[in-house]
């Protein structure tokens, strides 16, 4: 049976050779999308912003009247509401943003939740609630700031973990492109205005982990290449561990890829901007290990002695098992 | 590197195996297979997202306690001084600004008075729950330590526990969890509960009942004003009542509040068939209720709950039974609700809803289907692309898969985690990564043949080479895996237990269980050229 090669064997592409540009582009992505939080805001749900989130399905019609329930909603005085087809055509999801001034108010939220479904089921006795998120504004800024404290916290310390399984240099680099990634998927986000809850931040934190992941496979192909080629240069030896790596990359991010799939196409509704971050993060994270990870490491001045006066035991291990101690 | 002495193999078989078969009670459960009662029966638990049901997150206001505690204080101190002999006089008594603090008509009562207060201020334990200090010669102040605010609250919170678990347990509802979270909040879970409106009103009200005298002397106009003569304070009349939109003034002093009943039942006044909540009151209760009664005959007193007043009726006679009727406007489904609320006690403090989920069963159920639907498609993708990438070895990496999954829904099961619909995406997600390990072997076995070694050399190179790599990758994601844990609430818990689980069972199966495959097959077919 012959098999599939995704890639062929022995590539010699030069990805490096284009790294100054590539590092442009990537910082030109990096700040427009802090550029694009900053002016388009992110959309957050009912977990950072609270108020009331109410899912219904309509049985008894084809399509959900969405504008009678904006104006309903909408008249009750909270504020405009965000009313918008979820799922199928006869389920809606509106969101009521919670009135300026009650964010300290304990019970406010609930208090608008109720109203709301009250009026809803007066109007439209057919439809169906299916779930409602009711979040209070103190519980909402309680959300974000330990979002913001995972976040940073992770970030923080894969970086600490591997500057103590490399090297400085190695740990900084992997740190950056954490940040890339994570701001990428941040302006993601306030680009399409696609809804931002608790949801999006566990994907960001899962992109945290597989982005990590390819960096830390070319990184350690990077350690090997630099133990073994100790005259090459760096750009060229980058090269050719990415280039040894690739075949690796591409069916990693592809078996990922075919598996996040059908959860995107067919999956739960709910779960559609989680799982749509998780496969942007995908090509992001990859990108970021190739373009940003690997160039990094020649600017910060790594060199095949960086491993040698730290030489480890198991270090010293591998070499007399390869027999070159 | 290859060799796998027999104890190794039994050993890990049974680690597969145990944790492999703790996942079948959950599949049976999953097909719709009743698996025997005579057998242990570990489940997923399937998170209120999935199976459909409320979660509540109750917050009380620690102000309220703080407040109702001068209050106590206050009562303590007045008939402390009443009662002492000879009587001590006081007068300016306030509970402004967290302090409580009163003049002494005559300074030289300082020393009784403080001998008198000596052991209200101690609390349980000896610890010191005030602080007294006289300030201007007569003036005596009572300041809570944080020991004694800690203390009360914490009392209160244990109490509101329990009144909120038997309101519940009234309600009928099967299952709930209520668990006290942080310094002065309760999560309230009830699986399978889509319509919380009973619930939210009987966890709303805070059920403190009090009988109190109607103050006949305050001017009317001043009542709806809002203003209450000295002694006095004024209470609205539930917005159900016929009077609602009115106030009343009520004497502050000499009511009973009802702590002291033994039962309250719904029933109907047969005089004038309205509903009525008919109360039995405890011994000390039916005395004091007793003794207002008989001394205020012919005077209307209110029935007051969570300062609104359900009814101001006339006392007709002195009441010494201990049994007593509610009347207030109610409906057959009100009555009964305050029924339960003051069987269960009154809540010590409010309790506001600060957070609230509700799913209903439907969407629960559908998001289960397409998600398991997602799992498969994904799961044939991914087998499809190992195998025909690396053949024999993409067979291994297969079985791996499948053990792998049984095992995370199994250990899911033994240590009674809940999976919850980002736990399902959690699962995807350890479907397209598992196999990860698999492909950086598969292609450092490859790598290292094409360099002209010899099989189970490139092998072993491969399986010894590639590990660094994965040890460290999953133990970064198991740095992130913590994060996510920490930082999530409930849904996204369940998204960080599948994850982190995930991890062990991924290197386990896809790293240590394909190199005992491979090498028993190298070990038999001892080939010279291996497809990958």
Redesign the interface.
């Known amino acids: 049976m012959k098999l599939l090669k995704l890639v062929p064997d022995d590539t010699n592409i030069k990805f490096l050779k284009l790294r100054v540009p590539f590092f442009v582009l990537s910082i030109v992505l990096i700040v427009g999308s802090w550029a694009a939080v900053l002016v388009n805001g992110l959309n957050f749900g009912v977990d950072f912003a609270g108020g009331q989130e109410v899912r219904l399905t309509f049985e008894e019609r084809e399509q959900a009247p969405i504008p009678g329930l904006r104006e309903l909603v909408g008249g009750l005085g909270y504020g405009e509401p965000v009313v918008q087809e979820f799922g199928a055509p006869n389920q809606v999801s509106i969101r009521v943003p919670l009135p300026e001034g009650t964010e300290d108010t304990p019970g406010a939220a609930t208090e608008i939740g109720n109203r709301v479904i009250a009026a809803i089921g007066e109007e439209y006795p057919g439809a169906r609630t299916d779930g409602n998120d009711t979040v209070s504004g103190k519980v909402a800024g309680e959300f974000r700031d330990s979002a913001i404290l995972a976040l940073l916290a992770a970030m923080v310390a894969v970086a600490i973990y591997i500057w103590v399984r490399f090297e400085w240099q190695f740990g900084v680099g992997a740190l950056f492109a954490l940040f890339h990634d994570v701001s990428v998927t941040l302006g993601l986000f306030a680009l399409t205005q696609m809804e931002f809850g608790l949801q999006i931040v566990a994907a960001i934190l899962a992109i945290i982990g597989y982005s990590l992941n390819d960096t830390i496979v070319v990184y350690d192909r990077i350690r090997e290449n630099l133990k073994k080629f100790r005259k090459m240069p760096l750009p060229e030896l980058l090269d050719l561990s990415v280039n040894e790596t690739l075949a690796r990359t591409i069916m990693t991010s592809l078996t990922l890829f075919v598996a996040l799939m059908p959860l995107l196409l067919f999956g739960p509704a709910s779960l559609f901007g989680m799982v749509a971050a998780i496969t942007a993060g995908l090509f992001i994270g990859t990108y970021s290990s190739v373009y940003l990870a690997g160039p990094l490491l020649i600017w910060m001045g790594v060199t095949s002695t960086s491993f040698v006066p730290q030489e480890s035991a198991l270090d010293r291990q591998e070499k007399i098992a390869r027999g070159e101690a | 590197m290859l060799e796998f002495p027999l104890w190794k193999m039994i050993w890990l078989w049974g680690v597969t195996l145990a944790a492999a078969i703790l996942s079948l009670p959950s599949l049976a459960n999953v097909a719709g297979v009743d698996w025997p009662s005579n057998l242990p029966n570990p489940q997923v638990n399937l998170g209120l ?1 999935l199976a459909g049901g409320s979660h509540l ?1 109750l ?1 009380a ?1 620690a102000e309220d306690i703080r407040a109702q505690r001068l209050e106590n204080m206050e009562e303590s101190v007045r008939q402390l001084m009443r009662n002492a002999n000879p009587r001590i006089r006081i007068g300016d008594v306030s509970t402004g600004e967290g302090r409580m603090s009163f003049m002494l008509d005559s300074a030289a009562d300082i020393d009784r008075a403080r001998g008198l207060l000596e052991p209200v201020m101690q609390g349980a334990n000896l610890t010191r729950e005030w602080d007294l200090s006289v300030v201007d010669g007569q003036r005596m102040v009572l300041t809570p330590t944080d020991a004694g605010i800690e203390a009360a609250l914490n009392d209160a919170m244990e109490s509101a526990t329990e009144v909120v678990r038997r309101r519940i347990d009234e309600l009928g509802t099967r299952e709930p969890t209520i668990i006290r979270q942080g310094d002065t909040r309760i999560v309230v879970q009830v699986p399978g509960l ?2 919380p ?1 009973a619930l ?1 009103s009987l966890l ?1 009200k805070t059920a403190r009942l009090e009988f109190k005298l109607v103050d006949l002397n305050a001017l009317p106009e001043n009542v709806q004003a809002g203003i209450a003569p000295p002694g006095s304070e004024v209470f609205p009349y539930a917005p159900d009542t016929p009077q609602a939109g009115r106030s009343e003034a009520v004497r502050r002093l000499g009511g009973i509040r009802g702590d002291n009943l033994t039962e309250a039942k719904a029933g109907v006044d047969p005089t004038n068939n309205q509903n009525v909540v008919n109360i039995v009151f405890d011994a000390q209760g039916g005395a004091k209720f007793a003794k207002l009664t008989r001394e205020n005959t012919g005077r209307p007193f209110a029935i007051i709950l969570d300062e609104q007043i359900l009814s101001t009726p006339e006392i007709n006679e002195p009441i010494l039974g201990g049994r007593a009727q509610i009347s207030g406007s109610f409906t057959a489904e009100s009555a009964n609700e305050l029924a339960i609320a003051l069987n269960s006690g009154a809540l010590p403090v409010d309790l ?9 069963p ?2 629960g159920a ?2 289960i289907r ?2 398991l ?3 498969m ?3 044939l ?2 087998v499809a ?2 195998v ?4 024999r070895f993409g067979v291994y990496s297969t079985i791996a898969l499948v053990f792998n999954v049984l095992m995370l829904l199994g250990i899911m099961a033994g240590i009674n985690a809940t999976l919850t ?2 736990g ?2 959690g699962f ?2 350890t ?3 598992a ?2 390990a698999n ?2 072997i598969n ?1 450092r076995i ?2 290292e043949r ?1 360099r002209g070694r010899k099989v189970i050399a490139a092998v072993e190179t491969g399986y010894k ?1 590639a590990s ?2 994965i040890w ?2 999953n ?3 198991f ?3 913590v ?2 844990f ?4 409930g ?2 818990k369940g ?2 237990v599948v ?1 982190v689980v995930g991890l062990f069972t991924s290197v386990f199966t896809g790293v240590t269980m394909t190199r005992m495959w491979v090498s028993g097959w190298l070990r038999r077919a001892r080939p010279n050229d291996i ?2």
């Open positions: 997202d997150l917050e206001r889509d319509d409106e939210k709303g506001a809803i600060v957070e609230e989920r509700t799913v209903g439907d969407l559908d998001s397409r998600g639907l997602a799992m498609i994904g799961s993708a991914v692309l190992m025909a990438s690396y053949g619909l980002p399902i995406a995807v997600i479907i397209g990564a196999v990860d492909v950086l292609e490859r790598e094409r080479e660094r790599a460290d990758a133990l970064t994601n740095i992130a895996g994060a996510l920490a930082f999530g609430s849904p996204v998204f960080a994850l497809a990958i």
